[in-house]
């Protein structure tokens, strides 16, 4: 399997090349030169299998430069049901993700039963085993340095501690994220991992990260790297919970399933996409959005509109404010058929804060059409309604995101089509708005019910670049971790 870029003008690379590389060489992002394909035999050999067997069927597709034994190795490793524990809903943690059936065509795939709560511990957690394992081979170190006002850089932390090579610098902004958040990150004293609380709010912490990655001649010799959301072993570990989550709802590979992902970066439904260019029968992908409806725009009107930093709102489903979806152009290339120039042409106009409009072009209407896509949005009384009435109707507490995915689900559910809903996080984690919509505290996962009062190790700085470049610097120049 080759990888090729977006906007076409990046020479092809393999699977371990980009593991741990962000942006393609000419800005764009990394694709597969073409899909993998399942037959319909291929599906009946699958449907029988459990998660790591499903996991490297398709991994092994895209990441075919690990050596099979390598991978198999890494995969077994990663998704475990002590990994994957954290479930409050009585659902089997062996599925790894199970399905939890609402009422006959109407389920909830769970995503979040990893150490941090959030289904980005699903991709993150093989990331930190490959990391290693690359890192390894080629006896090289990587610090990765990243900002975050919550999932993210939990689950960053929580998939690289004591892991050999790697270390973790992450901003937040102090004071900022939620008590269960701050401890969740916090508390954790293995000495690879760095908490920095910066003063001031999360903009300010990004723009350290872009003023230390636009310094190259730092970030070469300190060895900075990301784990963001446009990275293709995140997308593409996420693809295989589609298929788990499809062969759970259905008894035959004669029938179809819709999935609805509550979504913000777009990588989580990219990966849904990526599953039904596979193959897999999905026949409505519907991407639900917050407040923050850059999405839902699109697939509405034909015109992506990012917003500006200052007209994200903040919500209550905050891990979906978003003003632009980096993964989106992933989407628009496979419509364009894999126009590199077309797609180059369009993100120059994106990358200068500008909109652009399909909605005249005889590509929009395949949007729907030919890829299946669907949107819907939601907002902060729809989500404490839709927490409400899953708990009255289905006895099943559900988080924000999670909510705003179920709300949109609803009005777009088709009798004859069993809908899933992906499940993004867990309640414990977004606790204050469920007690504004519920009455009562969330169920902690075992285990977590005094993670307020454990110990906790961060760094306070002032949202200072070179401060932060010295503290690198003499951290790394230690040698810690
Ligand atoms: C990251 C996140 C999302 C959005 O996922 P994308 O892949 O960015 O679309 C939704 N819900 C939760 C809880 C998240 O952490």
Partial sequence: MHYVSTRGESPQKRFTEILLGGLMDDGGLAMPESYPAFSRADLDAMRGMDYRQ???????????????????????????????????????????????????????????????????????????????????????????????????????????????????????????????????????????????????????????????????????????????????????????????????????????VSFTVPSGNFGNVCAGHIARMMGLPIRHLVVATNENDVLDEFFRTGVYRPRATAETLHTTSPSMDISKASNFERFIYDLTGADGAHVKALWSDVDRGRAFDLSESSLFPRVASEFGFQSGTSNHAHRIATMRLAVERWGRAIDTHTADGLKVALERRETDVPMIVLETALPAKFSETVLEALGSEPVRPAGMESLESLPQRFEVMDADVNAMKAYIADKVGQGAG
């Fill in 54 to 256: 499903l996991a490297f069927a398709i991994l092994s597709r895209f990441a075919d430069d690990i050596p099979a034994d390598d991978l198999r190795a890494l995969i077994d490793r990663t998704y475990t049901p002590e990994v994957y524990c954290n479930t409050v809903s009585g659902s089997d943690a062996r599925d790894i993700t199970p399905l939890y059936t609402l009422e006959p065509g109407l389920h909830v795939l769970e995503l979040s039963n990893g150490p941090t709560l959030a289904f980005k511990d699903m991709a993150m957690q093989l990331l930190g085993n490959l990391f290693e394992y690359a890192l390894a081979k080629d006896s090289a170190e990587l610090n990765i340095f990243g900002a975050t006002s919550g999932d993210t850089g939990s689950s960053a932390e929580y998939a690289m501690r004591g892991k050999r090579g790697i270390r973790v610098f992450m901003l937040s902004p102090h004071n900022k994220m939620s008590r269960f958040q701050t401890a969740q990150m916090f508390s954790l004293q293995d000495p690879n991992i760095f908490n920095i609380a910066v003063r001031g709010v999360f903009d300010d912490c990004q723009d350290m990260v872009k003023a230390v990655s636009n310094d190259l001649a730092f970030k070469s010799s300190y060895r900075i790297g990301t784990v963001n959301s446009i990275n293709w072993a995140r997308v593409s570990a996420q693809v295989v919970y589609y298929f788990k989550g499809y062969f759970a709802a259905t008894r035959s590979n004669d029938d179809e």
